[in-house]
């Protein structure tokens, strides 16, 4: 902990929390955490587009925050945390789908 404080003041440090390497992800943790509150909120309000889109948007940047030179492990967290709650949410979608029968119906539809 002691080195991270001295870390903290040095002139790399104030760098770093001043750079978009930091606050980019900072802002970016709004799409996670509305995610996670959303994982609280009826199934039927989710929507079946966005859900899987945000999915993949986050898997997307996972990548990119490994790739990106430096690594921006934030950036990772952020996305990790997101792609997490939005399969969840499609976990929750599909789970409702079936309660609701609509899943058994778009199955005679196809097979019709």
Same mark, same amino acid.
């Not at 930091?22 to 996670?36: E, H, K, S």
């Given at each position: 902990?002691?080195?991270?404080?001295?870390?903290?003041?040095?002139?790399?440090?104030?760098?770093?929390?001043?750079?978009?390497?930091?606050?980019?992800?900072?802002?970016?943790?709004?799409?996670?955490?509305?995610?996670?509150? #959303?994982?609280?909120? #009826?199934?039927?309000?989710?929507?079946?587009?966005?859900?899987?889109?945000?999915?993949?948007?986050?898997?997307?940047?996972?990548?990119?925050?490994?790739?990106?030179?430096?690594?921006?492990?934030?950036?990772?967290?952020?996305?990790?945390?997101?792609?997490?709650?939005?399969?969840?949410?499609?976990?929750?979608?599909?789970?409702?789908?079936?309660?609701?029968?609509?899943?058994?119906?778009? #199955?005679?539809?196809?097979?019709?």
């Amino acid at each position: 902990m002691s080195s991270f404080v001295s870390w903290l003041r040095t002139p790399a440090a104030r760098e770093y929390f001043c750079s978009t390497h930091f606050w980019g992800p900072v802002a970016n943790w709004a799409l996670p955490l509305a995610a996670l509150a #959303d994982l609280k909120k #009826d199934p039927s309000m989710i929507s079946a587009t966005m859900t899987p889109t945000l999915f993949m948007y986050s898997c997307v940047f996972m990548r990119f925050a490994l790739r990106v030179q430096p690594r921006n492990m934030l950036l990772f967290a952020c996305h990790l945390t997101n792609a997490t709650a939005q399969g969840a949410q499609i976990f929750r979608l599909v789970k409702y789908k079936m309660d609701e029968g609509e899943v058994k119906k778009a #199955d005679a539809v196809i097979k019709a």
